[in-house]
């Protein structure tokens, strides 16, 4: 029945049925697909003995693993390399390679940064940065347990800093420098106390296992010198706090060119000597080795003047003479 009838009162004649709905079908349910399991591969391992380094870069690395060290540090100096570990609160050379095998394998050791590093069957998690110093480039390693958590990490990286804080500013002593300073004290003879070791044991240059062994001395401090990793700035002040000399840092405070340029290029590097001011009419010499008779009396004889000396390091010497006769 339409809806005019149903306006109009009509209403369904008897046994007229109903239209019937159409029954709805209940909703098709898809049941979704198991989760595709992907099988996690374990992390990639390099092998120590698989790296791109020169013999003598590599020698380095397996001493560091092989002494548990928390870090190792390649440091480019003038002539050579040397590598040293970091750890127990020490700075500690174990090796040294030259300047072109360092440059060969700096790509390899860089590209160790967040790998995982096998040296016989122990590995380590391997991160790395790196320092631009007045020689160089640095790179340092720092070996990390690949289970240990983000606070033992930090406070691992944390100790590294502040053993690397200890060779600020700039570089440590060269080969060269530690001969030079070496020979400086040995000169120099008996002075009054403290003795040159003693103040470095007091400054803390001077490894607690060291001080314990049954060592004279001199030998003592050879081996301090030959071995360990020593800041410059701090070897030449203590040089001249022994020899009662005063210390001036002539690449903090460089000599003005006109005072720099009494003498050449060449007899600043010869002599590892730079005058550093004029008062009246005495020159004030900063020179990396005051015990060296012979050398001050080339510079007093090429001045004709009087001359006040002062200590600085010699490497910065170097650094000084580079801005001062550098061209404009």
């Known amino acids: 029945m339409g809806l005019w009838d149903f306006l109009k009162g009509r209403r369904p004649e008897a046994g007229a049925q109903a239209p019937v709905a159409a029954p709805v079908e209940p909703p098709v349910v ?15 391992e390099v092998d120590v003995a698989a790296l791109a380094l020169t013999p003598r870069v590599l020698d380095g690395l397996k001493l560091a693993l092989t002494s548990k060290a928390h870090a190792l540090l390649y440091d480019p100096e003038e002539y050579t390399c040397i590598v040293c570990t970091l750890g127990n609160g020490q700075v500690q050379q174990v090796a040294e390679c030259s300047l072109d095998g360092y440059r060969e394998s700096r790509e390899p050791l860089a590209s160790l940064d967040g790998r995982l590093l096998r040296f016989d069957e122990t590995v380590y998690r391997v991160q790395t940065y790196h320092a ?4 160089g480039q640095r790179i340092v390693l720092q070996f990390f347990q690949p289970e240990w958590d983000g606070e033992i990490v930090t406070e691992r990286r944390k100790a590294n800093v502040r053993l690397l804080n200890r060779l600020r500013p700039g570089t440590s002593l060269s080969r060269h420098n530690r001969e030079t300073l070496l020979g400086a004290v040995k000169r120099a003879g008996t002075r009054p106390p403290p003795t040159f070791l ?8 001077v490894p607690e296992a060291l001080a314990r062994e049954d060592l004279s001395d001199d030998q003592k401090l050879e081996r301090v010198l030959r071995r360990e990793a020593l800041p410059r700035k701090a070897m030449a002040r203590i040089l001249g706090e022994y020899l009662g000399i005063p210390f001036t840092d002539v690449e903090e405070n460089v000599p003005r060119r006109e005072h720099g340029q009494l003498f050449s290029v060449k007899q600043v590097l010869q002599w590892e000597a730079i005058p550093c001011a004029v008062e009246d009419d005495t020159v004030h010499v900063a020179v990396a080795d005051p015990t060296d008779s012979e050398t001050a009396e080339q510079i007093r004889n090429h001045l004709g003047r009087p001359v006040a000396w002062r200590v600085a390091a010699a490497t910065d010497i ?11």
Do not use: N, Y
């Open 318 to 328: 170097r650094l000084a003479a580079d801005k001062i006769f550098k061209s404009d």
């Open 132 to 135: 631009v110093t007045d020689l």
């Open 198 to 205: 003693e103040r470095l044991a007091r400054e803390g240059f």
């Open 30 to 44: 898809v049941a979704a697909p198991p989760p595709l399991e992907i099988p996690v591969e374990p992390e990639a």
